[in-house]
């Protein structure tokens, strides 16, 4: 067949629809599957879109609460911490399942340290397992929220030795090891058994010359004092002659608190003209007071020395 012809044969069939190779008419199954497929890749994109705006506010709000628990005590700072508190409980729970699919799946180390210490306000117990498996993360901002996360839930199940191998990690930042001490007080306080966390404290206090930050330290000596067994206060007693006079303070606290006549000298020490900080000459005189029964002699040093003496210390 001469090549003009075959070319008109072809156009002909074109134009006509009379060739066998037309276009078969699409298949509705499928087309139904592509665009359902089309409609969850837009909901998802618009999920996360709305979480992602979700994650960053509560994070603001995170900052913001810290901020004005570290200033608590003054009444328009403790109002500040009641109101984003309420926030944060209140949003968390809202988006519960949203925050625990970031805290698990999500690659993004910043969303997801975001979604780890917002499960903490959500007071449910299924948040502990995403919680704990950002401790062991190995990010350090994942690992810093989600132990400021336990601290917050305060969950009685929470193993204490989980956070204290953060503390005691020197590798990690100092800020994650600080939150992750005040997250332990926390806990102890809610533990079922709370003397399981005091072996973690005596080792945080074994040297008062370590180069352990004073933060932590406070964290330390209040955890041994609320475990009010005597027998501890010989790790206590060494840090009354700390050099930081909140460390100081807590050492007299815990003292009063473990009531052991061991600590007198120590706390007769902090009540002298020696001791220069008020906080911390208040809170001495306070333990005397309680390991004396209630007596309370002021800052005289020889009246207190007297009434030990004749109590036959």
Not at 219 to 229: F, N
Request: net charge neutral; charged share 25%; with cysteine.
């Amino acid at each position: 067949m001469p090549h003009h012809l075959f070319t008109a044969l072809l156009l002909s069939c074109a134009l006509l629809g009379s060739c066998a190779t037309t276009r078969p008419e699409p298949d509705p199954e499928i087309e139904r599957e592509r665009q359902e497929k089309r409609d969850r890749t837009k909901a998802l994109a618009e999920q996360m879109t709305r979480i992602n705006a979700v994650l960053l506010n509560l994070d603001k709000a995170m900052d913001k609460y810290v901020e004005a628990v570290a200033r608590g005590g003054y009444q328009r700072a403790d109002e500040m911490a009641r109101g984003l508190e309420n926030y944060l409980r209140g949003t968390s729970t809202k988006h519960f399942e949203a925050l625990v699919e970031v805290a698990v799946t999500d690659t993004d180390s910043v969303n997801r340290a975001r979604a780890v210490g917002a499960l903490g306000f959500s007071d449910r117990p299924e948040a502990l397992d995403p919680l704990l498996n950002g401790l062991r993360s190995g990010h350090p901002a994942v690992v810093t929220n989600a132990a400021f996360g336990l601290g917050i839930l305060s969950d009685a199940r929470t193993p204490p030795q989980a956070l204290g191998a953060i503390i005691e990690n020197g590798a990690l930042p100092q800020r994650t090891r600080i939150g992750a001490a005040w997250s332990l007080l926390r806990v102890q306080a809610a533990m079922h058994d709370p003397a399981e966390a005091v072996p973690i404290w005596q080792r945080l206090l074994v040297d008062p010359d370590a180069n352990v930050d004073a933060w932590i330290l406070v964290q330390a000596l209040r955890g041994v004092g609320r475990s009010r067994v005597p027998a501890n206060a010989a790790a206590v007693i060494p840090f009354l002659d700390h050099p930081t006079p909140l460390v100081r303070q807590a050492a007299a606290i815990a003292s009063g608190y473990l009531g052991s006549v061991d600590a007198v000298d120590g706390l007769l020490a902090r009540i002298g003209p020696e001791e220069t900080n008020a906080n911390v000459r208040l809170s001495s005189r306070k333990a005397l007071k309680a390991l004396a029964g209630g007596t309370d002699r002021g800052y005289d040093v020889m009246q207190w020395r007297r009434l030990f003496d004749d109590a036959g210390r």
